[in-house]
């Protein structure tokens, strides 16, 4: 956790100061071609207050005023922001004028210590990023999904484990973020792989992710920095054990392999550790607490969690009709696949949607290659080489034109509704991973990750939010949006819960 209040403030301004991947705006010239500017009283502080105090708020309000594209002056920085499904469109579909590549780069760099020397090389951006795209397409990605419902099935024997009683109390983080993390983990970097070691500088290092990504002074992130090399050091050792590749995923073996054997000259175990390190961060970074929300919301609902115990309850119960002899028990993993990857489960589907809709707050950040670009529609701006443009997702999953006048509240069987295939037959933008040439690569191990291990949980333990401790009439007053633009949100408090066996 960050030291201090004042450490906590520099987060969400600089943060919620929309520079989520650290990159400077050019600063304009006075032209009416530019995009209108969100007025401010305090030169170098600018919005960044009022912005880090409710950002669904500021930017629903900006918006109504200036429009679908302005420009934010917070924390010394300036960010023209994109909030339209249109214009964000535009913007995906122009990638040889709006680029990612340069951020991507620069986060390398910036937030995970990757050596500038391995990032800005042909073979990072020629081999390495293909390399990651290929082996987590959708039909490649089925080994890492069958390791993750194995080492899934493990975490929950280990909790069942310490329900000794009628019923456990604990936290719903405990139950779920901490065991899907080891779960992620050993199906990725393999069973081998300490992760039980890294869990806590893990979590060091993503509450000062923020900062890192905002590129703030070491002062300020100290602690950070020493959890970062923890993790870095660990892997360093870890890559370097005799029989590690054992159980571990395509994506790693791959890459290690090619680092140390194709590329010249081969990158230094310390260089590899970095690299390696930054997939610790893409794998556990949101999904864990996804799945947390998805669980958090449904039993914030007024009948909790009961819908989805009846479709799996119904789902499980048709396949044992139609399979007489199944075992769907722990101890038959083939067979537990094979359910798992053939039931439909589609409220479980509609909740997993739903939640990464009202939880998450991704920025696609784009920097324009050329003078006199403009987008799509929007031809009222232009824009100059070097230009930075952050599309807020966010914005398009609360619109009330597009998700209707409930937009803002968690519907879970809002992705069951045919209407949200809109009259011409597209579907309505969902862009919880993104889009264009930045859409996350593993968003199909996340979500079929998500709907089975969800499931898994459904089928074993039965989680009631616990009375003795005063609950909110919806989970979604528990967001903390000071992470706005780095994908899913953390929770501002834990939430109580009673868990106890199913039978």
Same mark, same amino acid.
């Given at each position: ?15 919620? #100061?929309?520079?989520?991947? #650290? ?10 071609? +530019? ?10 502080? !600018? ?25 934010? /002056?917070?924390? @010394? ?37 990757? =050596? ?12 390495? *990023? ?36 009628? %019923? ?22 393999? =069973? /081998? *792989? ?51 590749? $054992?159980?571990?995923? $395509? ?12 590329? /010249? ?22 999904? #864990?607490?996804? *799945?947390?929300? +998805? ?14 115990? $009846? ?25 537990? #696949? ?31 290659? !050329? ?8 031809? %009222?701006?232009? *824009?100059?080489? @070097?230009?930075?443009?952050? +599309? ?11 998700? @209707? ?13 045919? @209407? ?15 889009? !264009?040439?930045? %859409? +996350? ?20 333990? &039965?989680?009631?939010? &616990? ?21 899913? /949100? ?14």
């Amino acid at each position: 956790m960050l030291d201090s209040n004042s450490d906590l403030m520099v987060a969400t301004t600089i943060a919620a #100061g929309a520079v989520v991947m #650290g990159y400077y705006y050019a600063k304009k010239k006075s032209d009416s071609r +530019c995009p209108p500017v969100v007025p401010y009283i305090i030169p170098w502080l !600018g919005s960044a207050i009022t912005l880090g105090k409710d950002p669904d708020a500021f930017f629903h309000d900006a918006r109504e005023k200036y429009g679908d594209i302005f420009t934010v /002056q917070a924390a @010394g920085m300036r960010s023209t922001y994109v909030m339209s499904a249109a214009a964000i469109s535009a913007i995906y579909r122009n990638s040889k004028s709006f680029v990612f590549t340069p951020t991507r780069l620069e986060q390398a760099v910036k937030i995970f210590d990757m =050596p500038h020397s391995i990032v800005y090389n042909d073979y990072t951006k020629e081999t390495l *990023f293909p390399m990651h795209h290929r082996i987590l397409a959708p039909s490649n990605v089925a080994p890492m999904i069958d390791a993750l419902i194995m080492h899934a099935v493990g975490v929950i024997k280990e909790l069942s484990s310490t329900i000794t009683g009628n %019923q456990w109390t604990t936290t719903l983080e405990e139950i779920t973020h901490k065991p899907i993390y080891k779960a992620i983990s050993a199906s990725i970097f393999g =069973p /081998q *792989f300490p992760a039980e070691k890294a869990y806590e500088p893990f979590l060091v290092f993503d509450d000062y992710f923020p900062l890192f990504a905002a590129g703030a002074p070491a002062l300020f992130t100290q602690k950070g920095l020493g959890a970062r090399t923890q993790l870095i050091d660990l892997f360093e050792e870890y890559l370097g054990t005799p029989g590690w590749e $054992e159980g571990a995923a $395509e994506l790693i073996t791959a890459v290690v392999d090619s680092a140390r054997n194709e590329n /010249q000259p081969p990158w230094t175990d310390r260089e590899l550790a970095a690299v390696i390190n930054s997939d610790l961060w893409a794998a556990n970074g949101n999904i #864990g607490w996804a *799945f947390f929300w +998805c669980i958090n919301l449904m039993l914030h609902e007024p009948r909790s969690l009961a819908p989805l115990y $009846e479709e799996v309850n119904a789902a499980r119960d048709a396949w044992l009709q139609a399979h007489p002899s199944a075992d769907l028990s722990s101890d038959n993993l083939t067979e537990l #696949g094979d359910f798992l990857n053939n039931a439909s489960l589609p409220l479980i589907t509609s909740v997993i949607s739903e939640t990464l809709r009202v939880s998450s707050s991704p920025f696609s950040i784009r920097t324009v290659v !050329g003078d006199g670009v403009t987008i799509n529609g929007y031809p %009222q701006f232009e *824009f100059s080489k @070097g230009d930075v443009l952050l +599309c807020q997702a966010r914005s398009v999953h609360l619109d009330q034109e597009i998700y @209707g006048p409930d937009a803002a509240a968690f519907k879970p069987d809002r992705f069951l509704d045919p @209407g949200i295939v809109t009259e011409g037959g597209s579907r309505k933008p969902f862009l919880s991973f993104g889009g !264009g040439v930045s %859409q +996350c690569e593993g968003r199909h191990y996340a979500l079929k990750g998500c709907k089975f291990v969800l499931a898994l949980f459904l089928l074993n333990f &039965d989680i009631k939010l &616990d009375p003795a401790y005063m609950a909110p009439s919806s989970g979604l007053a528990l967001l903390d949006m000071t992470r706005i633009g780095l994908g899913v /949100q953390r929770p501002k408090k834990p939430t109580h819960i009673l868990v106890s066996k199913r039978q």
